[in-house]
């Protein structure tokens, strides 16, 4: 296969994929918990106590998650004591975890898309300055939206690595 610039592009099952940007991602916030705490903090509950109740996580799973995001930098804790009781933390995503909107939106609109009741979708996210509805897309660098069918290519980056074998 070649490209427009006229160089080979190697066939993308000859890179290693454990280097994917992909598989690095999810193993940070691949599972259904990961994901919806993350979803859960961008909403705004972020009290340990809090989080338990609407998820319905046992609390030694959600800490041990919550410990792995702020491990990863995805999240940040914080002390806070009401008056008369101990001190306990809140969470609240980083400016990385915050980058993965994004991602949590998607997510949500497939589902929306695919997977809602009859009725509609449970939540409808929208811009909070003018009230419009949120979709994703994809653009490229030169502001093009790739729309509903993107054509991209990829090419190996920096870092790729070929498989050996």
Known sequence: MSSSTGWAVPEYSAFDSETCSIARTLALVGDRWT???LRDLANGVGRFDDLTSHLGIARNVLS??????????LVVRSAYRTEGSRERHEYRLSRAGRELMPILLAFMGWGDRHLADPQGPP????????????RVSVT???G????????LRVYPGP?????EG
Not at 64 to 73: P, Q, S
Not at 159 to 163: A, D, I, K, L, Y
């Open 64 to 73: 041990k998650r919550l410990t792995a995001l702020i491990d990863a930098e």
């Open 123 to 134: 939540a409808v996210p929208v811009h909070a300055d003018c009230g419009a509805p949120v």
């Open 140 to 142: 490229c660098e030169a």
């Open 35 to 37: 994901l919806l705490i």
């Open 159 to 163: 870092g790729s690595r070929r498989r």
């Open 144 to 151: 093009h939206d790739l729309g509903d069918r993107p054509r």
